[in-house]
């Protein structure tokens, strides 16, 4: 019961989602509240002591520990504080018009070219995704691109897609999080020796293909932006001045460009290099601009008003992811959705079951966070699958090509994704309406062409 339990949570939160019929905010708390209630009724108190007796009235008094704790609110609010302080950085930098010369300076070097502007958003969002953190990538990406989206007249969700599949494909890194949490899951189950390198290099061609293809799906998106907005954008970016009014005149700091540009570099540096957690790096530095851009207490409190709105929406909307994935962890929910999803495969498919795993895979992004997937099912799946006579490091091949790796952006289970969306300024159904497809399409053909190859025996 807790499996069916769980799927109607996330199917229904979904719908519910991308159908505009709740916010996210809503969906994410009233969907497992609701279902995690009911599944108390159903949940064994104590395993061990009492096999079988379930106590409804102390399983719902655990909710609450279970929303609030190191698998629910807890787990993000770190990433809550990140998110306060890097909005009001780069407001300061905008209202302070440090974007304004970058963006004419991008537009000298790719034109006005939707298709140029498309392919450069998914070779920065690669590049910079070289750290492994999706989180950076999208604070660095992101606010640098919109304002040149915007004077374009480009769509944002064009660029959180773009964004989103480059950094989703280029998280299939040995570093990343899903390939070395696969490999730890499977040394442990299996005692081997290899190293996390040695296990992600038979798919490294298929990681290649799959970057060709975000690089070509950019300039497909780019040229139905071409198609789309014709020369309406030209005349924009070329009247974007104009458009100031007279209040964010008054804001803007010409003569701190060079200032400003340094503290961008540093905040970048210190992300990447320092090993502060980024709340840190973005609490230091939004000071720092204050003080340097707006040193005048009314002035500053001002800004910070005017992104207070921005801010509060976009953390409110994590601390509600928080208590959906505390819920669907606590109640034990994931756990059976994944013994579930395993009884219900054939043995004749047995064989096939890398294949199996890596068609499921980005799908499976929107089911189960990294931890659940990587260290509760992984091993269960490839301990299945060497029943078949299938190596269980194939199956671990197969999930990080699409599991909370080309699926991590799209996933209402991980920060990042909500950062992405809230700095883009795009609705998450609309993100996924637009994302998921395509994220999938990278994530099939990057399996296709690993067992092509070899790199997954089947």
Request: proline letters at 5%; glycine letters at 10%; charged letters at 10%.
């Amino acid at each position: 019961m807790l499996a069916v339990l769980g799927f109607l949570t996330v199917i229904i939160m979904l719908v519910l989602i991308m159908t505009k019929k709740a916010s996210p905010l809503v969906a994410l708390i009233v969907v497992p509240v609701v279902t995690g209630i009911i599944a108390c009724a159903f949940i064994v108190t104590d395993p061990e002591a009492a096999p079988g007796v379930v106590d409804f009235v102390a399983n719902f008094k655990s909710l609450g520990g279970m929303i609030t704790g190191s698998k629910g609110i807890g787990s993000v609010a770190a990433t809550g504080v990140m998110f306060i302080f890097s909005i009001l950085f780069f407001g300061i930098l905008t209202d302070a018009g440090t974007f304004r010369p970058i963006i004419k300076g991008i537009l000298n070097m790719v034109g006005t070219d939707p298709v140029k502007i498309g392919i450069g958003t998914a070779l920065l969002a690669a590049i910079v995704h070289l750290d492994g953190s999706g989180a950076v990538t999208f604070l660095i990406c992101v606010p640098a691109l919109l304002p040149l989206y915007d004077a374009l007249g480009m769509k944002r969700t064009t660029l959180a897609t773009i964004v989103a599949l480059s950094a989703g494909t280029m998280n299939v890194l040995p570093w990343g999080g899903p390939t070395i949490r696969a490999h730890t899951a499977l040394a442990a189950m299996a005692g081997t020796e290899a190293t996390v390198t040695e296990f992600f290099m038979p798919v490294l061609p298929a990681v290649i293909v799959g970057l060709v293809c975000d690089f070509v799906i950019a300039a497909f998106l780019g040229m139905r932006e071409k198609k789309r907005i014709g020369a309406v954008a030209l005349q924009a970016v070329g009247h974007a001045e104009q458009e100031l009014t007279d209040e964010q005149k008054e804001l803007l700091r010409p003569h701190l460009f060079v200032v400003n540009v340094i503290l961008i570099i540093l905040a970048i540096v210190s992300l990447l290099f320092s090993g502060f957690a980024p709340a840190v790096v973005f609490m230091v530095f939004y000071v720092l601009a204050t003080l340097i851009n707006y040193p005048k207490v009314s002035v500053s409190k001002a800004r910070v008003d005017a992104h207070a709105k921005e801010a509060l929406m976009m953390c409110s909307v994590l601390f509600a992811a928080g208590c959906f994935t505390g819920i669907m962890q606590g109640t034990g929910m994931i756990t059976e959705m994944a013994a579930a999803l395993i009884s219900i495969i054939p043995n004749a498919l047995g064989e096939f079951f890398p294949l199996i795993v890596g068609i499921i895979g980005m799908p499976a992004s929107l089911l189960f966070d990294p931890d659940s997937f990587y260290y509760g099912v992984l091993p269960v799946l490839a301990e299945t699958a060497e029943g078949f006579g299938v190596v269980g490091a194939d199956v671990g091949r197969a999930a990080i090509l699409g599991q909370m790796t080309v699926g991590f952006p799209c996933s209402p289970l991980t920060a990042s994704t909500f950062l992405l969306v809230g700095l883009s300024g795009v609705d998450l159904g609309e993100h996924q309406k637009h994302t998921i497809p395509l994220a999938w399409l990278v994530s099939l053909i990057m399996v296709a062409v690993a067992v092509i190859i070899g790199g997954i025996a089947i």
